[in-house]
C-alpha cells in the first residue's frame, strides 16, 4: 500500500486486507472504530443485504455457497458474513468449514468472514451490522449474512438485512411455532430446503396456514421457494425472489418504512452501547427519535455523530479520553535535550540563557535523570543517562549531545497515533501508554519524521501539564 493512501480509501477501493482490517477494529471495538464508520456511511446504501436465517442443520451454509456462486456467475460482487453465537472464535477460524465452497474461497471478488461472540466487546449484533457496512461502503454488490435463527443478538441482526430469508426444513412441525417469535413476522422470502425429502408438502401447507393468518404492511406476500442445495436445485428459483422482493421494496412506501425503522433500531442500539438509559431519557425529547430516524434513512445524516451530539448534550463525564479526535497539536509540551550530565547542560539553559531549574528527576524505567526548566508554555528537559544501555545513553554513544526529542502536545493521543499509522508512518508506540498525572503519551519512530524522534502527549482532563519526562 502506498503511505497516503488511508484506510477508507483502501476499503472505496475494495481492497480486501482493508475490509478485513476494518471489521477487526470494529470487533475489538478500537477507538477509531466509529470515526472510520462515520468515514465509510455516505458511501454505504448501494448493495443488496440478504439475511438467511434457520435452525442448525436447515443447510444455510450450502445455500449460501450456491447462491453466491449463482451470483458470481452472474457477474455480481459478494460478501459474506456467516455469524454464529455459539463459536467462541472469530475471524479465519470458522473458515475451516467452509472449505467445501470451493471456487469461492480463492476467488477476489468474494470476501467471507466469520464473526463469533468473542472479540465483540460491543455486542455480536452491533459489529455484525457495523461489518455489514464496511462491505456495503466497499461495494460488493449482494451481501449474505447467514445466521443460525435463535438468539436475541441474531434476530437483530437479520431485522437490520434489507431481505430477510426463512430456511426450513421438512419435518420441522413445532420447529415453525417456535420462530414464529421473532422472525417468522419480518421473513419476507421463505426457503423449504432439502425439499427432496418426504414431508415437504406438509411442511409447506402448515407455513401457508401460518402466512394466512398475518398481513404485511407493505401488502407483500412472501413467497415459498423449494431447495435443494447440495444438488443445487432450486436456487435460480430463490435469486429470482430475491431480486423480485428488492424490486418490490423500491416501489412501495410501506417498505421504505421499513428501512426507516432499521435506521431507528440501529440508532437507538448504539446509543445504548454508550448511555445508560437513564440517560437515553434525558438526552432525547419525547418523540424526536422518528425524526432522526427519517433523516438516516434518507442519508442526510449519520447516525455515528448524532450520538456524539448527545453524548455532549449530557456531559458524559467518562467519556473515553482515547476516543478523542486527533485534534491540531496545541503546543510544543517540552524538548528533550541529551547531556552528558546535567551540570554540563545547565550551564548553558540555566546560568547562561536564564532559565529556571524546576525540578530534577530520576525516571528508572527509562534510565534517565531529567532537569526540567519552564520556558513559558513549553520546558526544556535535560536527559542525562544512568548508564550506557539506557536509551539515552546510546543517542549519546551514537551522535553525541544534542537535541533528543520533541514532544506535542495532541488532543487525543489514540486517535492521532491510527491517523499516522493508516498513512503508514511508523510508530514505536501503537497505543498511549500512561503518563504522569493521568497523561497519556506515545512515541512516533525518527525514521517517519525526518529524522526527529518525536513525543505525543494528551492533558489529562482537568490537570496541566504532565509534569514528568514522559
Ligand atoms: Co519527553
Not at 430475491?242 to 440508532?267: Q, V
Not at 434518507?298 to 482515547?322: C, F, G, L, N, W
Amino acid at each position: 500500500m502506498s503511505a497516503a493512501e488511508s484506510l477508507v480509501d483502501r476499503i472505496l477501493a475494495r481492497d480486501p486486507r482493508a475490509v478485513a482490517r476494518a471489521i477487526t477494529k470494529i470487533e475489538d471495538n478500537a477507538p477509531d472504530a466509529s470515526r472510520l464508520l462515520k468515514a465509510l456511511f455516505p458511501h454505504a446504501g448501494r448493495g443488496v443485504t440478504v439475511g438467511i436465517t434457520g435452525a442448525p442443520g436447515a443447510g444455510k451454509s450450502s445455500l449460501v455457497d450456491r447462491l453466491a456462486l449463482l451470483y458470481r456467475n452472474d457477474g455480481k460482487t459478494i460478501g459474506i458474513i456467516a455469524v454464529d453465537p455459539s463459536s467462541p472464535f472469530s475471524g479465519g477460524a470458522l473458515l475451516g468449514d467452509r472449505i467445501r465452497m470451493q471456487g469461492l474461497a480463492n476467488d477476489p471478488n468474494v470476501f467471507i468472514r466469520s464473526m463469533a461472540t468473542r472479540g465483540n466487546l460491543g455486542g455480536l449484533a452491533r459489529a455484525t451490522v457495523d461489518a455489514v457496512a464496511v462491505l456495503d461502503a466497499s461495494g460488493y454488490d449482494r451481501i449474505l449474512v447467514e445466521t443460525v435463527g435463535v438468539g436475541q443478538d441474531e434476530v437483530e441482526i437479520v431485522k437490520a438485512a434489507d431481505i430477510l430469508v426463512v430456511v426450513l426444513v421438512p419435518g420441522m412441525g413445532d420447529d415453525i411455532q417456535a420462530f414464529k417469535a421473532g422472525i417468522m413476522e419480518i421473513a419476507d422470502i421463505f426457503v423449504i430446503n432439502k425439499a427432496d425429502r418426504e414431508g415437504a408438502d406438509r411442511t409447506e401447507r402448515e407455513l401457508l396456514t401460518l402466512l394466512e393468518m398475518s398481513t404485511r404492511p407493505d401488502g407483500w406476500q412472501p413467497p415459498i421457494v423449494r431447495t435443494v442445495a447440495t444438488q443445487n436445485h432450486g436456487i435460480s428459483d430463490l435469486a429470482a425472489a430475491i431480486e423480485r422482493y428488492s424490486e418490490y421494496r423500491g416501489d412501495h412506501a410501506a417498505a421504505n418504512s421499513r428501512r426507516a425503522k432499521i435506521a431507528e433500531n440501529r440508532l437507538t442500539e448504539l446509543l445504548r452501547e454508550k448511555l445508560l438509559d437513564r440517560v437515553v431519557k434525558e438526552a432525547f425529547s419525547e418523540g424526536s427519535l422518528p425524526g432522526l430516524a427519517a433523516a438516516i434513512s434518507a442519508r442526510q445524516q449519520d447516525p455515528y455523530t448524532i450520538v456524539e451530539q448527545v453524548m455532549r448534550k449530557v456531559h458524559i463525564d467518562e467519556y473515553d479520553a482515547s476516543e478523542k479526535d486527533g485534534s491540531p497539536v496545541s503546543r510544543i509540551e517540552h524538548l528533550g535535550v541529551a547531556v552528558t550530565s546535567l551540570d554540563e547542560g545547565l550551564r548553558f539553559w540555566r546560568d547562561g540563557l536564564g532559565l529556571e531549574l524546576a525540578d530534577v528527576e530520576v525516571v528508572e524505567d527509562q534510565g534517565v535523570r531529567v532537569a526540567m526548566l519552564p520556558a513559558g508554555a513549553s520546558r526544556i528537559e535535560l536527559l542525562e543517562a544512568t548508564g550506557a544501555e539506557t536509551p539515552v545513553g546510546k543517542f549519546l554513544a551514537k551522535y553525541g549531545p544534542g537535541l533528543h526529542h520533541v514532544c506535542v502536545e495532541v488532543a487525543g493521543v489514540n486517535a492521532t497515533l491510527d491517523r499516522l499509522s493508516e498513512r503508514g508512518f511508523r510508530l514505536i508506540d501503537k497505543r498511549a501508554r500512561r503518563g504522569a498525572g493521568g497523561s497519556l503519551v506515545a512515541f512516533i519512530h525518527p525514521e517517519s519524521t525526518g529524522g526527529v524522534l518525536v513525543e505525543l502527549v494528551e492533558r489529562a482532563s482537568g490537570h496541566h501539564a504532565a509534569q514528568e519526562h514522559c
